[in-house]
T-cell receptor
């Protein structure tokens, strides 16, 4: 059963600490999205990778957020230093390029920064 | 950029039909998607339209008019398990942008 796997599922951290979220895309997928979801803003696109290359990270606060794909089986999203306003659910999604190809979402990481 | 609008909430009775509208403005268009998201869970794919017209998938149908920047999701024979948020998403060249979602509550 192919699925996108995200770890951790839940994270509580103190303000100022570094947070790393991990995503394993579905094997064979060549696109990866990172989204943040809050009640106020809905689903916001933070970053987009195609064939491991970052094509768009315009939605990400550059001073504290960074996204990488060290290999085809791992995508990471880091926040350093974290702030209370970063509290949200972070979703990773993967898919193929091309028409009629939907994005498959992981279960998300629920981040709480206190 | 993209601007995607859909109603915030809708309520309907079990067994009824509900239509969720979505209007969008986009600099490029490469498909419109509908996702379902239950509380506390991940969004799951429901349907995809890239050409004008109606796509039917069981109890769910989705319609697209590219010239009007308009789509709707039709949910028929509503069941309690259909209570969820329904997200309209538009893809340009690669970016998949989501509307704020419509929370549908199904009442017995």
């Amino acid at each position: 059963d192919a699925r996108v796997t995200q770890t951790p599922r839940h994270k509580v951290t103190e303000m100022g600490q570094e947070v790393t979220m991990r995503c394993q895309p579905i094997l064979g997928h060549n696109t990866v999205f990172w989204y943040r979801q809050t009640m106020m803003q809905g689903l916001e696109l933070l970053a987009y990778f195609r064939n491991r290359a970052p094509l768009d990270d315009s939605g990400m606060p550059k001073d504290r957020f960074s996204a990488e794909m060290p290999d085809a089986t791992l995508a990471t999203l880091k926040i350093q230093p974290s702030e209370p306003r970063d509290s949200a659910v972070y979703f990773c999604a993967s898919g193929w390029t091309g028409p009629n190809t939907e994005a498959f979402f992981g279960q998300g990481t629920r981040l709480t920064v206190v | 950029g993209q601007n995607i609008d859909q109603p915030t909430e809708m309520t309907a009775t079990e067994g009824a039909i509900v239509q969720i509208n979505c209007t969008y403005q986009t600099s490029g268009f490469n498909g419109l998607f509908w996702y379902q998201q239950h509380a506390g869970e991940a969004p799951t794919f429901l349907s995809y339209n890239v050409l004008d017209g109606l796509e039917e998938k069981g109890r769910f149908s989705s319609f697209l008019s590219r010239s009007k920047g308009y789509s709707y999701l039709l949910l028929k024979e509503l069941q309690m398990k259909d209570s969820a948020s329904y997200l309209c998403a538009v893809r340009d060249d690669y970016k998949l942008s989501f509307g704020a979602g419509t929370t549908v509550t199904v009442r017995a």
